[in-house]
Nanobody, 125 residues
Framework: QALLRESGGGSVQSGGSLRLSCRYS????????MGWFRQAPGKEREGVAA???????RYADSVKGRFTISQDNAKNTLYLQMNSLNPEDTAMYYC???????????????????WGQGTQVTVSP
């Protein structure tokens, strides 16, 4: 099992930036693939960015060029740097991990085994 805890959410104006952090613990074998997801009220949870154990990354089209996922294993932390935020980015953001390799399911919520409790991001116009 991997234990995950997000932080760094908050309120920001359109055009602003936030950096989310996800502290993780547990064996690395449970974290072959890690990702950030978000869920807005009334909408399904969607993948935002993911990274595999080799450092390869994937991004949703809606955040390409604005968001950056990174990982610091020395600090046991996954990051999501979010720039040029807009109101459509408002959502609860979740960190997730799985023992499976990312290939073939980068943003499939059902493929991730461990989830954090989420951190709220609110972007005002």
């Amino acid at each position: 099992q991997a234990l995950l805890r997000e932080s760094g959410g908050g309120s920001v104006q359109s055009g602003g930036s936030l950096r989310l952090s996800c502290r993780y613990s547990g064996e690395s074998s449970f974290r072959k693939c890690m990702g950030w997801f978000r869920q807005a009220p009334g909408k399904e949870r969607e993948g935002v960015a993911a990274i595999d154990s080799a450092g390869s990354t994937r991004y949703a089209d809606s955040v390409k060029g604005r968001f950056t996922i990174s990982q610091d294993n020395a600090k046991n932390t996954l990051y999501l740097q979010m720039n040029s935020l807009n109101p459509e980015d408002t959502a609860m953001y979740y960190c997730a991990a799985t023992y499976k390799f990312c290939s073939g399911f980068w943003f499939s919520t059902s493929s991730y085994d461990n989830w954090g409790q989420g951190t709220q991001v609110t972007v005002s116009p």
